[in-house]
């Protein structure tokens, strides 16, 4: 029971035309993009924070400094993101008032503690590698403004990841003591890595339309298995384990089998209950509180400047 309008938008999707801002669009495709663009931003800007955990101790001013570089190019996929949002009528300031509210999602894995500086590495290898997976299809996605932020987005996503590994390599080469740290973090990363692409395709409510939309390229459970089938031989030449007594090569489909995600785990996360959605949202609260200032500061410029041209 398509109308005509909504049949043209499809078949022009179909056709892999890009959508852009001013385009006529059904409500429910611009409300699944205001949705998904939006959590995508406030996972890049809440994921600056457990990064920011290690910043003032990093092992050796290098490396200092790549973790500031990258902590850095978070905060500009936020503002991207914040942007393509913002091309589908929504305003930054309402999108930032649900993050603070706790009514927005970001990603769960966020919500998990940095304990020692090997997380730095996990992070960068598993997350951001996780990310690259998930947003290479989405430079291809039907919506042009979402599509185009991501090209650079993953372009800075391998940059992170290449140093997570190297900070890897540097512990599995090091000392005992550091190996140790390494596998510590893989174990503690590992599953909820694998969370990161969503639900199983069963339970994932949104899938199928956001397919039919070219939202989605792939599901998530396909984007997963991509996941494992790239990391495992990277664990094997770091000379770790795999934390997955389950884990399986079956050589007739080329792919690892792997054992059961733990969902309850997962939905504890969602409903805010994760070990650190409490601490997240009270610093990104603060952050944004102490920065009024810098805002009233901004709007009195410009009013000024205004009141200048006006006379
Ligand atoms: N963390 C938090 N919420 C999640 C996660 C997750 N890892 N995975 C799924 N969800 C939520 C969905 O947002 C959805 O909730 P909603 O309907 O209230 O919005 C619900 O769980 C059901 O999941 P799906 O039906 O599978 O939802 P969707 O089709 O949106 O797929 C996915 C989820 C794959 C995360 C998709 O939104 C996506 O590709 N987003 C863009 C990438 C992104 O946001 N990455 C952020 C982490 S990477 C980084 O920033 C470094």
Not at 124 to 135: K, R
Not at 209 to 218: C, D, V
Not at 235 to 259: M, Q, S
Request: glycine share 6%.
């Amino acid at each position: 029971d398509m109308g005509a309008e909504e049949q043209a938008f499809q078949a022009r999707i179909d056709e892999g035309i890009k959508i852009e801002a001013k385009d006529w669009m059904p409500d429910a495709y611009r409300k699944t993009l205001i949705r998904q663009i939006s959590q995508h931003a406030h996972s890049e800007i809440v994921g600056q924070l457990p990064e920011g955990n290690w910043v003032t101790r990093a092992p050796t001013l290098k490396r200092k400094s790549i973790l500031l570089a990258k902590i850095q190019d978070e905060a500009g996929h936020g503002l991207y993101l914040y942007s393509a949002a913002e091309t589908l009528g929504v305003s930054r300031d309402e999108l930032l008032a649900a993050l603070h509210s706790g009514k927005a999602k970001y990603s769960s894995i966020f919500n998990y503690p940095t304990l020692s500086w090997a997380d730095m590495g996990a992070i960068g290898w598993l997350v951001d590698g996780s990310a690259i997976i998930n947003q290479i299809p989405l430079c291809r996605c039907s919506y042009g403004p979402y599509a185009r932020a991501m090209i650079r987005v993953c372009k800075e996503e391998s940059f992170h990841a290449r140093q997570g590994y190297d900070i890897m390599m540097s512990l599995c080469k090091g000392t005992p003591a550091q190996k140790a740290m390494a596998q510590d973090a893989l174990n503690r990363w590992w599953w909820p890595s694998l969370m990161m692409f969503g639900p199983s395709d069963a339970a994932s409510v949104n899938s199928a339309q956001s397919a039919q939309w070219r939202i989605k390229l792939f599901s998530n459970d396909e984007l997963r298995q991509r996941m494992v089938d790239q990391t495992v031989p990277q664990i094997e030449y770091l000379g770790l384990t795999v934390p997955d007594p389950d884990l399986k090569f079956n050589a007739e489909t080329g792919h690892y089998e792997f054992g059961e995600i733990d969902w309850s785990e997962f939905n504890n996360v969602l409903k805010g209950n994760g070990p650190c959605n409490r601490e997240r949202l009270q610093t990104r609260v603060k952050a944004y509180e102490d920065g009024a200032w810098f805002r009233d500061a901004l709007v009195a410029y410009a009013d000024k400047q205004a009141a200048v041209k006006a006379a």
